[in-house]
């Protein structure tokens, strides 16, 4: 039972967030209203699932914990990385089970429905606070984004040139080249050893 109550705090939580994006986008909600009384289950690695229901008016809220899921999101392991590396990379590592239907328009909203962070933080310090704010952690998050493509290319050039633990294409294809003509003069000694054995 202990565990039961901070699992519905993180789904009433979570309900919120979303219902505060789906607030100011009528045309979101009413692509959810047609699935109303349908339960969406979303599983992450290392973390408890999460269970939302879909209201008559488009918005969601904690589902019931004895309540069949309509439709199950698996976010995979790799869903961090493919955070990094843009929306369709984060789509591959999300796996629908279910109602392909709801599946269909939850991706959808995915894809088009945006937090205006800006304006949520304007309400909170004023407009010129807030893009201040925000084009700061832009900048953080620019900055760090650099620095991993930065350390993995390293990685790479290290890998490729320093350690030799990968070939470069030109450099394979080199050797699988000279590869195919060992095979073929080994090939050509075998018959001419049989000719003379012969």
């Known amino acids: 039972m202990a565990f039961l109550f901070p699992m519905i705090a993180i789904e009433g939580l979570l309900a919120r967030m979303l219902n505060h994006l ?34 008559p008016d488009g918005r969601l809220r904690p589902a019931a914990a004895e309540a069949s899921a309509a439709l199950v999101m698996t976010l995979g392991p790799q869903v961090l990385p493919a955070l990094l590396q843009g929306e369709d990379q984060l789509m591959r590592a999300v796996q629908a089970s279910g109602d392909t239907r709801l599946a269909h328009e939850v991706l ?16 909170l310090v004023g407009d010129a606070a ?45 050797h699988r080249g000279e590869v195919v003509r060992l095979r073929d003069a080994l090939e050509r000694l075998e018959k001419r050893i049989e000719r003379l054995a012969g």
């Open 22 to 55: 789906l607030e100011d986008e009528a045309w979101a909600r009413e692509r959810l209203v047609p699935f109303a009384g349908k339960m969406l289950e979303l599983r992450a690695p290392l973390a408890p699932s999460l269970r939302l229901a879909v209201m």
């Open 108 to 123: 959808f909203l995915f894809r088009h429905l945006r937090w205006d962070a800006e304006e949520d933080l304007a309400r």
């Open 130 to 174: 807030a893009h201040r704010v925000l084009s700061t952690l832009q900048e953080v998050a620019g900055w760090h984004r650099q620095a991993l493509e930065r350390l993995g290319a390293n990685l790479m050039e290290h890998a490729l040139e320093e350690e030799r633990w990968l070939a470069r294409r030109g450099a394979f294809e080199e």
